[in-house]
């Protein structure tokens, strides 16, 4: 969707997959000129660092970096992109992020069992599945 069609600038906001654009440019001294271009977004690299359940304090740690540019958001799910959600954390001027997470009676959903993965995602489009350490 464009904002500002009827404007000699226009805006929109980029998704995480290559879209195709064509421009139409006519006025008052010729006709029509078309030219069409794809413009390929650069995904954001996660690099986790720890991603971490420690069960004696039922806490998640998870930290690492992001390559995206700020700001950038990461979001921790259990298992897969649909998974119940860990937590959202802001990365920071250097681009880390650190989400830690105490649980309570009610998150049982949200513990880990042996071969669980976190899948980690960023409001700039990187994606990263991790295995999570468990440990007391």
Do not use: K
Request: charged share 20%; no cysteine; aromatic share 2%.
């Amino acid at each position: 969707v464009l904002d500002g069609d009827d404007t000699a600038e226009v805006s929109f906001t980029m998704p995480a997959q290559p879209v195709t654009l064509t421009l139409t440019v006519s006025g008052p001294g010729g006709g029509p000129d078309t030219d069409t271009v794809t413009v390929t977004p650069l995904l954001d690299t996660i690099t986790p660092g720890r991603v971490e359940f420690r069960t004696q304090r039922g806490q998640w740690r998870i930290e690492g970096t992001v390559s995206g540019a700020l700001p950038d958001r990461v979001t921790a799910r259990l298992g897969d992109a649909g998974g119940p959600e860990i937590g959202t954390v802001a990365a920071d001027t250097t681009q880390a992020f650190d989400l830690r997470r105490d649980l309570g009676p009610a998150d049982a959903g949200l513990r880990p069992v042996a071969g669980s993965v976190v899948t980690l995602t960023s409001t700039r489009g990187g994606t990263r599945v991790v295995a999570v350490t468990v440990r007391n």
